[in-house]
Structures are given as C-alpha cells and as structure tokens.
C-alpha cells in the first residue's frame, strides 16, 4: 500500500495501540484474564468503546459494569491487566501499512506518538515493534490530565512538534481518537480499513 499524506500536511501524529502497532488482541485477553481474577468476564464490544482511551477509565468502567466494587480497586486491576499484558507483549507486530508511513516520512516530517496507553507499555511496545527510533515524541496517558476524546494528547504532541494543528495529520483506530483531532482541526485519518483488526 503506497499512502501519500494529504495537501498541505506539515507534521504527522500516530496513536500506537490498533494503529502502529497490533497489540488490541493482546491488550483486550489482558483485560479478559484481569477481570477473571476478580469474577468478573467482559465482552469484545465492551472494550471497543474504550479504544484509545487510558487504562484507568477503562478499568474504573469494568468496575461499574461488572459490580466489583469494593472487591477490586481501579489500581489492583490496571496491575493485574498489566501483568498479564507483560507475559505476551512480546508477540506484538507493527501495523505494516501505517508502520509503513512513519518509515517513508522519517527525516522528512516531524512525527510523534500520542497514545492513551501507559509510558513503560508504550516504550516497550515501540522497541517490541522495532518502530522506536522513528519518534522522539510520544505523549502517554501519564503525560496528560483529559484523555481521548478530549484533544490535550495531539495538543501536547503539536506543540512539541511545533506545527500548528490544521497542519497535522493523525492516524488513528478509534473514534474516540478520530473525534479528538477533528475537534481542534487537525486531519484525521481512520486506518481501520487498512488491515485485518482481530480482537480475540
């Protein structure tokens, strides 16, 4: 697949999880296993709201949604999941057709990484994939106060790019993603389409 970024596009910002990187199978047997420990079992559309979003909204709403309150707090069940995300994260590839683009753009535009996953995740992940070399920014979860769909992630990204927001274009695999950059202008590209996206 030969993609050509659009007119006028100044810098590129790249989610990780779905997007870079195929970890959305990983991450959601994660979850699954986590929720498990606690007797509690969630479902594949569940996760799927909450693509791109932070760990601890998502853990906070399996809470909510599976009665585990006062059995499991938000913490001991991101700990759990990442223990479990920690023992196949090795198994993780890149994306080909979006990897493919920070490749072909790399020395040519400025690039980052804006994920809602978490720092020491998303570190590994990008050395997993052999994709890290390509990014000197990347803003996580731990780096921001508002998640997806609130726009403060690309903001972060933008201003450290320093290129104005109608001149970037993101590639994302959610909507919670794709709305956040619509928001402040920027163009959002949905790379869904792009590859075959399993997540069991």
């Not at 223990?83 to 790399?106: E, G, M, N």
Request: glycine fraction near 8%; proline fraction near 4%.
């Amino acid at each position: 697949m030969q993609y050509e970024i659009k007119s006028g596009i100044k810098g590129l910002i790249f989610d990780l999880d779905g997007t870079l990187a195929d970890t959305m199978p990983y991450h959601f047997r994660s979850w699954k296993l986590a929720c498990q420990k606690y007797g509690a079992d969630i479902d594949t559309d569940f996760l799927r709201k909450y693509t791109g979003t932070a760990g601890w909204i998502i853990a906070s709403e399996i809470i909510k949604k599976c009665g585990l309150d006062g059995r499991v707090t938000v913490d001991q069940l991101i700990a759990e999941k990442v223990v479990q995300f920690h023992k196949i994260q090795h198994k993780v590839k890149p994306i080909k057709p979006v990897a493919d683009i920070a490749r072909k753009y790399y020395g040519k535009l400025p690039m980052s990484v804006g994920t809602g996953g978490h720092r020491e995740a998303v570190e590994r992940t990008l050395e997993i994939t052999g994709l890290r070399k390509y990014f000197d920014i990347i803003v996580t979860a731990n780096d921001v106060q508002h998640f997806k769909p609130d726009p403060e992630t690309f903001l972060k990204c933008a201003e450290q790019m320093q290129i104005e927001p109608e001149f970037i274009e993101v590639f994302e695999d959610g909507d919670l993603g794709l709305e956040a950059a619509q928001e402040v202008g920027m163009t959002a590209t949905d790379v869904r389409t792009w590859y075959d996206s399993r997540w069991e």
